[in-house]
């Protein structure tokens, strides 16, 4: 079974830029997130879908980052514009809907470096 | 206060040791617990879920105390492939699985 995918796997940009990151679940997973993790800290929850769905965005920073999931499947995640605290990687990762117990899947990450 | 909280290490063992692992959380009404293990640049990965009962699997044993809010993680017989940052998580939300991590603990095995 495939895994959690993501693109790009680094990305370097300078602050102010913008930068957008990609995800394709586990197929048949109707639960997404997206986290944030900065460098010696746990994973932070960004954004939660349930199919195409927002369920839970409080701690996604509204003024610059946005997240998407059009057609409950593949999700992009937005930074715009960027800042220097935002250096960190991004994680997806993706669960089976109706499980309460069941696993979340991490997806490899997307390393952002904003100089 | 931190809603989960771990030593962050690091803890350096010889292997063969015994290693324990503390974490404490916050909001007396989260859901679930687990144990996340995370490797050098890599994404974090279940290593097991725990249970007030307690539960074992292998050489890994997890204790939940509830009346506490106290989490634990035993290694035994550590191995050299143990070595890595284990996360302590609380799941916060009872059907959406909202999951809150802790900082992790790095543990390095040494020959």
């Known amino acids: 079974e495939a895994g959690v995918a993501q693109s790009p796997r680094y990305k370097i940009i300078e602050k102010r830029q913008s930068v957008a990151f990609w995800c394709n679940p586990i197929?048949?997973?109707?639960?997404l997130y997206w986290y944030q993790q900065i460098l010696g800290q746990g994973p932070k929850l960004l954004i939660q879908?349930?199919?195409?769905?927002?369920?839970?965005d409080s701690q996604l920073p509204k003024d610059r980052f946005s997240a998407e999931r059009l057609k409950g499947v593949d999700s992009t995640l937005k930074i715009q514009p960027a800042k220097l605290e935002d250096s960190a990687v991004y994680l997806c990762?993706?669960?089976?809907?109706?499980?309460?117990?069941?696993?979340?899947?991490f997806g490899p990450g997307t390393r952002l470096l904003v100089l | 206060r931190k809603e989960v909280e771990q030593d962050p290490g690091p803890f350096n063992v010889p292997e063969g040791a015994t290693v324990a692992f503390n974490c404490t959380y916050s909001?007396?009404?989260?859901?679930?617990f687990f144990w996340y293990r995370q490797d050098c640049r890599k994404e974090p990965k279940l290593l097991m879920s725990v249970y007030s009962s307690g539960n074992e699997d292998g050489r890994f044993t997890a204790q939940l105390n509830r009346a506490s809010q106290y989490i634990s993680l035993l290694i035994r017989d550590s191995k050299l492939s143990d070595s890595a940052t284990y996360l302590c998580v609380v799941n916060m939300s009872p059907g959406a699985q909202k999951l809150v991590f802790g900082q992790g603990t790095r543990l390095t095995i040494n020959p």
């Open positions: 909001n007396s009404a989260s859901q679930s």
């Open positions: 197929s048949g997973h109707a639960t």
């Open positions: 990762a993706s669960r089976a809907e109706g499980l309460a117990g069941a696993t979340q899947y």
């Open positions: 879908f349930q199919n195409n769905g927002v369920v839970d």
